[in-house]
């Protein structure tokens, strides 16, 4: 069996023009359910416990724990994609919602590293003010389609940006399945794959371009999975001279970014308060348009990178980064976007 033969499950061939807004993917969580994480949380936020310290006995779901199961099942297994409604960030601290985020992602996977600085509970801030070359997750601009290098992807709104920061999501097999239907011969080009630059993110030890090419769309044991950060192929070609982005690469490339942003495959939507998506990096591309703060107003999400249990069956040429899922971390180090260029 190879791509060009494998069958994609029906379910992961969604199409944003066919679920017609958010409620096919929505799970509204009822107050009464939440009674338990809350009062935990509270009171281990006034004890001043960090989250990452904690374990499932710590914040007990409580009947929340059947529907954060489905949550899972449907996340690993079916459609890939979900938006949780209902959570209190209306009546809790920021610390306290970091809490009842930390002990729902325990019951998904577990948290890995988001960046060298080896946080596990991310914070999705514009901090472009202090650091210009700030990481994609630490500025405003916008971000094309891609993944993460982590099973699992989740984002918890705690305050919207002030204008803009639309969410996009679209599924990569859907994605997949057009580009096969179409251009069979630009998926093999998609399916060897490019190499990434890791940067700055690496391992002293490690490359700061990786020695083997990443495939968009790899197979194992008979499930399609996809890998893609367009920003880390541009800039390996950039500026490793042993790299080259061939006119063929450049035409899959961009045949892959129109796919990915296709009208009727994606589903945008401006996450509220109180929100959260869990998707699956293997089977679901995310982006985000640019956004803008106010001093009194400014985009904060929460963020979970997870290992599944059990882990998606992948190719191993899809790691990115060695030791992953995730980014180890390396002390002193801080994510950056800055380049050779940079300093030109």
Known sequence: MDLLDVAIPAVNLWRGADLGGTDPITIDLPAADLIDLESAAIELAAAGVDPVETNRADLPLGPLGPLIEDLRHEVLYGRGLALLRGLPVNRLSVAEMGLVFWGIGLHLGRAVSQSVMGERLGHVVNVTDVDPHARAYRNRSELAPHTDPGDLLSFLCIRPALEGGISRFVSSLAVFEEIRRLRPDLLTVLAR?????????????????????????????????????????????????????????????DLLHTTTNRSDLVL????????????????????????????????????????????????PETEQYVGGPGIPPQSGRTPSFASKFDSQ
């Open 268 to 315: 945008d939507f401006t996450m509220k308060p109180g929100e959260a998506v869990v998707a699956n990096n293997y089977t679901v591309f995310h982006a985000r348009t640019e956004f803008t703060d106010s001093p009194e107003h400014g985009r904060h999400l929460l963020r979970l990178w997870l290992a599944a249990d059990p882990p998606r069956p992948v190719a």
């Open 193 to 253: 794959g490019f190499r990434y630059h890791r940067f700055g993110e690496q391992g002293p030890d490690d490359d700061p371009v990786t020695p083997h090419r990443l495939p968009v769309f790899s197979l194992s044991e008979g499930l399609v999975s996809a890998r893609y950060v367009p920003e880390y192929v541009q800039m390996a070609a950039d500026e490793d001279p042993e790299v080259v982005l061939t006119d063929l690469g450049q035409e899959a490339l």
